[in-house]
């Protein structure tokens, strides 16, 4: 079955100092891949996505992420974190349907909590 | 473009009330999914709606279930509330010409439903 793990809960990280969020997922094929983020009293806003080609992907805020194969993983980074940056970060897999097709709906880790200290 | 838009944004109900929530698109988005969010199953996925019809389904009892509208606007219902069923009732919409994640979601805040 597809699953998505995220192994950190909670992460605090200086402002200015560089950031790494893990994502590991489980499926059978290329996946397609999502990080999403959370603040209080929001909804989910997508950071960026990967669905095939270069590995590493470019996304909002100043984030990137790098599709690892061999690793099962795809990664969050930033070079220099701002306060506002201290959200909840979701990482994500497109369900595959029973035949293999993109099933329309994600699969989502726990999530890691951001925090950003002064 | 106004974006999702979710009502009510908090609700309390009892045991064994049934409750509805609704969920407006963004104009011109066909899909509409739904996710329930708890501390501690996190997020997981309800169903999807397009062009008025149950498009894929999560693994939910029968107690929860939804409809779409010819404008797209979607409901979910949830009768017989548990203490259980307390979570985080997110919406998203995307365009959803074809099944798949291709076309990106675009989330609602969320309608915080309490059962006591």
């Known amino acids: 079955a597809q699953s998505v793990t995220q192994p950190d809960i909670h992460i605090t990280v200086s402002e200015g100092a560089s950031l790494e969020l893990r994502c590991n997922y489980s499926y059978g094929a290329t996946p397609y891949l999502f990080w999403y983020v959370q603040s209080p009293g929001q909804g989910l806003q997508l950071l960026l996505k990967?669905?095939?080609?270069?590995?590493l992907v470019q996304g909002i805020k100043g984030f990137e992420a790098e599709f690892k194969r061999s690793q099962s993983s795809f990664n969050l980074r930033k070079p220099s974190v701002h306060w506002s940056d201290a959200a909840e970060y979701f990482c994500a897999v497109g369900a595959l349907s029973f035949y293999g097709g993109s099933q329309g709906n994600l699969i989502f880790g726990k999530g890691t909590k951001l925090s950003v200290k002064p | 473009k106004a974006g999702v838009t979710q009502t009510p944004r908090y609700l309390i109900k009892t045991r064994g009330q049934q409750v509805t929530l609704s969920c407006s698109p963004i104009?011109?988005?066909?899909?509409v999914s739904w996710y329930q969010q708890t501390p501690g199953q996190g997020l997981q996925f309800l169903f999807e709606?397009?062009?008025?019809?149950?498009?894929n389904k999560g693994n939910f009892p029968g107690r929860f279930s939804g409809r779409q509208f010819s404008n797209s606007r979607s409901e979910m219902n949830v009768s017989t509330l548990e203490l259980g069923d307390s979570a985080l009732y997110l919406c998203?919409?995307?365009?959803?010409?074809?099944?798949?994640?291709?076309?990106?979601?675009?989330f609602g805040p969320g309608t915080r439903l309490t059962v006591l």
């Open positions: 998203a919409s995307s365009l959803g010409g074809t099944s798949g994640v291709y076309n990106e979601q675009f």
């Open positions: 709606y397009f062009s008025e019809t149950q498009r």
């Open positions: 104009s011109g988005h066909r899909s």
């Open positions: 990967y669905f095939s080609g270069d590995t």
